[in-house]
């Protein structure tokens, strides 16, 4: 039947975080009607920045993680499962020996897909479902090994750009403490500028409409909400100011570990946090951006968004 409903799975397999999406594409209407969100912190990056591998404790938490969301998939009926894998993937050289353990150990097949690849996903995916959107817009994506930012219209992405420049990348190449010493925050922020500056000029156009996602945004929209745990409903759509990024990074500066995790941090975020934070504000006042829109979609509404697509051009 060319117009049936579909039930996928879609995985992004990040540096920090692997989420799941799973959801009914519905070919006859266009939809594609979200059934389940999970999100686990596996630290895949973990060292990969210095070392180019994958940990052994590493490929653990991410088989845990990817037997976890079999069950699941299983138990709501999947169809057929999507798993993409972003930085800490290419950047490792046993990645595909990590690809080929998870295979084994899951039966979910892990694709490395470009950043320029996960670029294009995560602009349409940002915005798949929404009826009016001020065009040309820009998405910022802020991964735990790498920031894409991407610029078009909800037909073609115009410019894009993927930067080894992530909470964990940054948190380990240049904090030793937390919260981190002057000199430590000061050499982060100018590296995140040099990589900035040389990215931003294009983009200028499309900063009067700009979407955050994936989970630096969304944890950044729920502490400025005060929610100590994560709403889905209350983060979709937030309206983040750049004011309100200054404050919390002005504070998020002078507070411990501990301190950071009483805000509501997702275990394993926490540690981090600072440096994504750190990212967003440089982005926001360099590029000029006043406010954004934080989404919770992204890459895997990306994937979702191109299986739907096969759907219809074949029905």
Do not use: W
């Amino acid at each position: 039947m060319p117009n049936a409903t579909e039930r996928i799975a879609c995985i992004d397999v990040g540096t920090n975080t692997a989420l799941l999406l799973i959801a009914d594409l519905e070919p006859a209407t266009g939809k594609i009607v979200t059934v389940e969100h999970r999100q686990t912190i596996v630290r895949l990056g973990q060292n990969v920045d210095k070392d180019r591998m994958i940990r052994p404790e590493a490929l653990d938490r991410l088989t845990a993680c990817m037997t976890e969301y079999r069950t699941l998939c299983d138990k709501l009926g999947v169809r057929r499962i999507l798993a993409a894998g972003t930085s800490a993937l290419r950047d490792a050289a046993n990645r595909d020996d990590i690809i080929a353990a998870v295979k084994n150990g899951t039966g979910i097949e892990i694709h490395c897909i470009s950043g320029e690849d996960e670029a294009a996903l995560t602009f349409f995916g940002a915005v798949a479902g929404l009826l009016e959107v001020q065009e040309p817009f820009t998405v910022i994506d802020i991964g735990g090994g790498s920031t894409e930012i991407i610029m078009g219209t909800t037909r073609s992405v115009e410019e894009k750009i993927s930067m080894n420049i992530g909470s964990v990348r940054m948190t380990e190449r240049f904090c030793t403490t937390q919260p981190p010493s002057p000199q430590e925050f000061e050499a982060a922020r100018q590296e995140i500028d040099k990589h900035l500056a040389a990215a931003l000029p294009p983009f200028f156009a499309g900063r009067q409409q700009v979407f955050g996602v994936a989970g630096t945004l969304t944890t950044i929209a729920q502490v400025c909400l005060g929610d100590k745990q994560f709403d889905p409903a209350q983060v979709q759509d937030f309206r983040l100011e750049y004011d309100a990024v200054h404050e919390l990074l002005e504070r998020l500066r002078a507070m411990t570990l501990d301190e950071i995790v009483a805000l509501g941090m997702p275990e394993g975020r926490a540690d981090v946090f600072t440096m994504g934070v750190l990212i967003l504000h440089q982005f926001m006042r360099m590029l000029g951006v006043g406010s954004l829109t934080v989404s919770i979609q992204g890459l895997r509404y990306g994937v979702a968004q191109q299986e739907l697509q096969k759907l219809r051009n074949r029905s």
